[in-house]
């Protein structure tokens, strides 16, 4: 009861948007979205600077990319990165 409460405190006050989709197999399992880890049996997106896919956000933001899901181009010099 008590992670339910944070997840809900988590999701609606700090707008943490959580994605998880059904697995293909009839076991009523599902995975995180692209873009998203698992924490503590909830999907969150990756932190700032990382990217991943199934549940992981192992893979850092392109060079020349920042924040989340590296949706963000640097305007700086290719000598500054």
């Not at 989709?21 to 009523?28: A, F, L, T, V």
């Not at 990756?46 to 199934?54: L, Q």
């Not at 956000?57 to 899901?69: A, H, L, M, R």
């Amino acid at each position: 009861m008590y992670l339910l409460l944070i997840s809900l405190y988590l999701f609606v006050i700090c707008g943490i948007k959580t994605c998880r989709i059904p697995n293909q197999n009839n076991n009523d399992s599902s995975s995180c979205c692209g873009n998203h880890q698992e924490v503590n049996g909830i999907c969150i997106v990756c932190p700032p600077g990382y990217i991943g896919t199934k549940g992981k956000c192992e893979t850092p933001c392109p060079v020349g990319f920042y924040g989340i899901e590296c949706q963000y181009e640097c305007n700086c010099s290719h000598d500054k990165w």
